[in-house]
């Protein structure tokens, strides 16, 4: 058996370098805990990031994988299958979507929304190609959702980026409002929940008005739920929180239980300006990553399930409220919502605080400078976030007293 060592090393030497790693090799999960080489356990307040909703080793996933595993891993979309068929019709019966289209990873669906967007306003709504995102907003690192992400640092050193995209305040309709009456623009793309941003929440009015203005100026709304779609709210979708509907949505992440997936979901009217040619994928919609994802899906789907969610999001909503009460002057804002958390600090760095927290056997994520995420499986538990944040008032305690 290889040593952590030996791990980095090679790591080191034969991966290209993109990755800031923590000290830390994980080789096993059972349920919300992860297992280093030496069998040290860490219970998962990240899910990856933001992908393993419910957990390591779910025996409704593992059972599902072994058993496509044996019919078939892969065939290609010039042929029907059962298990897409089956998750499209979920996925749209759950939904305000009439139509799916699969592909393998979020930046994908997001390239995927944008190419519905521009060929719907090419075909039927002949308004131009531009699309109004949000600064501080996130969608992947391919050069459309590159380009529609509202974050420079992600952008430079890589331009000149696709042409067409307008960076406008988030949670903010002032300068939205001019833009949608610009016949230019096709539509707006706007997660309803920004995760890598910092866990930023829209306000349920924006959303409302930044969906009526939009159905008023006949141009397209897109939600990029690659994040926080599919329970991590509480709801089955974020949007569900606001009561507004999208014309187009984005999921990845979580959906095939930790394999790769995508998928854009639209309203009939807005998914028939694609037709055969027009988009594909070899990989997207394949069967045994579909069968994965079809465990999933029934599983959160199940009564109580996300009731349950909204429940422990609320009480991990008090006890980081009760840590910040705790400590006033190290922690600025607690923002939360269903199972997605942040811890805004004033000076700390939140890299280092998730460091720390690795130390004492918890796994978090820090985005942005100053912002720690916390994103557990669905399945914590009230007691593991009890431990997480007796835990995190001690590694805070510590940053005091030094
Ligand atoms: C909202 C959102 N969109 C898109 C992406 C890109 O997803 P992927 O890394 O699977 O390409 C992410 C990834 O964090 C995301 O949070």
Redesign the pocket.
């Known amino acids: 058996m290889f040593t952590k060592a030996d791990i980095k090393e090679l790591t080191n030497k034969y991966i290209m370098n993109t990755y800031g790693r923590f000290d830390l090799a994980l080789v096993k999960g059972d349920g919300t805990i992860l297992f280093d080489e030496n069998g040290k356990s860490y219970i998962d307040f990240a899910s990856g990031?933001?992908v393993n909703n419910l957990g390591y080793n779910n025996k409704a996933i593992n059972s599902a994988i072994i058993e496509q595993l044996s019919k078939l891993i892969h065939v290609s979309n010039y042929f029907y299958t059962e298990p897409q068929a089956l998750l499209a019709e979920k996925l749209c019966m759950n939904s305000f979507a009439d139509k799916v289209f699969f592909c393998n990873?979020?930046?994908?669906?997001?390239e995927g929304a944008i190419k519905l967007a521009r060929i719907f306003a090419n075909k039927f709504s002949k308004r131009g190609y531009k699309i109004i995102t949000m600064q501080n907003?996130?969608?992947?690192?391919?050069f459309g959702?590159l380009s529609a992400t509202g974050q420079e640092k992600y952008h430079n050193g890589f331009e000149p980026l696709l042409d067409g995209f307008t960076y406008v305040k988030f949670n903010d309709l002032t300068e939205i409002e001019a833009l949608v009456k610009n016949p230019e623009y096709c539509a707006v793309i706007v997660?309803p929940v920004?995760?890598?941003g910092g866990v930023n929440i829209a306000d349920r009015d924006y959303l409302k008005k930044l969906r009526e203005l939009t159905f008023k100026n006949n141009i397209l709304l897109i939600f990029?739920?690659?994040?926080?779609g599919l329970g991590r709210t509480g709801k089955l979708f974020a949007y569900m929180n606001f009561d507004v509907e999208p014309d187009i949505m984005?999921l990845?992440?979580p959906l095939a239980g930790g394999l790769?997936i995508?998928a854009v979901l639209a309203k009939d009217e807005v998914a028939r300006a694609f037709e055969p040619g027009n988009h594909a994928s070899t990989f997207g919609g394949g069967p045994l990553v579909l069968s994965a994802a079809n465990a999933f899906f029934d599983e959160i789907t199940k009564g109580g399930f996300l009731d349950d969610v909204l429940k422990k999001g609320d009480y991990i909503g008090i006890k980081l409220n009760d840590l910040k009460n705790k400590f006033p002057k190290l922690i600025k804002e607690i923002r939360t919502i269903g199972l997605i958390s942040a811890v805004e600090f004033y000076d700390l760095k939140a890299k280092d605080i998730a460091a720390k927290l690795i130390e004492k056997g918890f796994l978090t994520t820090a985005v942005q400078d100053r912002v720690l995420r916390l994103t557990p499986p669905l399945i914590i538990k009230k007691d593991e976030i009890d431990s997480l944040i007796g835990n995190a008032a001690e590694v805070l305690n510590n940053s005091v007293t030094k």
């Open positions: 990031i933001a990873s979020g930046a994908e669906s997001v907003s996130f969608h992947g690192r391919t959702a997660e920004q995760g890598e990029d739920e690659v994040q926080v984005t990845a992440k790769p995508g």
